[in-house]
């Protein structure tokens, strides 16, 4: 018997029905409004990219209540999805352990000016529904004591398996034995 460790990063959103619970809106209201102060300053200032969430803070015309909420939507989502992600995998794997929680909404956007759908890319990209997880997951298996790197494969097709329903959409981005 053996015990084998998967660091694995995954990205998932939320559903919005799950979200509606505990929001009194879409937080898709969140991602409009700021995709419309990111094309207004980019437009404005002809900067060729658009600004991460954090950067909203330093301009005047921007409501700070605006900045807040998606602050505290973006903490409500990776709670949710560590508690989803938690119940759903601990029948699985012998441990899950997080290394990190990131929402996608407060990273610098990949959306160009020139890029066709700049807007619903840009809605898309600030809507907080969507997080970057690392976990490690350990499982035990009884079928081999060698090292035949079986176990990443594994660990990667029963994480999309048993999280695809919990949520609105699930990748496995990386993963690697360790």
């Not at 559903?15 to 990111?38: F, N």
Request: charged fraction near 30%; hydrophobic fraction near 40%; include cysteine.
């Amino acid at each position: 018997m053996r015990f084998d460790k998967v660091l694995v990063s995954i990205e998932v959103r939320l559903k919005d029905e799950s979200l509606r619970k505990y929001l009194p809106c879409s937080a898709d209201i969140i991602g409009r409004t700021l995709a419309d102060v990111a094309v207004e300053y980019e437009t404005e200032s002809k900067a060729g990219y658009y600004p991460a969430i954090e950067f909203f803070k330093t301009l005047d015309n921007v409501d700070p209540d605006l900045i807040t909420s998606a602050e505290q939507v973006s903490w409500l989502v990776s709670k949710l999805a560590r508690e989803t992600i938690q119940s759903k995998l601990r029948p699985i794997f012998s441990s899950v352990h997080f290394q990190s929680i990131q929402n996608k909404a407060f990273a610098l956007p990949k959306v160009r000016p020139n890029q066709p759908d700049v807007k619903e890319q840009l809605v898309r990209h600030y809507t907080p529904d969507t997080v970057k997880i690392e976990l490690v997951v350990t499982m035990m298996r009884r079928d081999s004591e060698a090292d035949d790197g079986r176990a990443e494969p594994y660990a990667r097709k029963m994480m999309f398996r048993w999280l695809e329903a919990a949520f609105e959409s699930v990748a496995v981005t990386n993963s690697k034995a360790i």
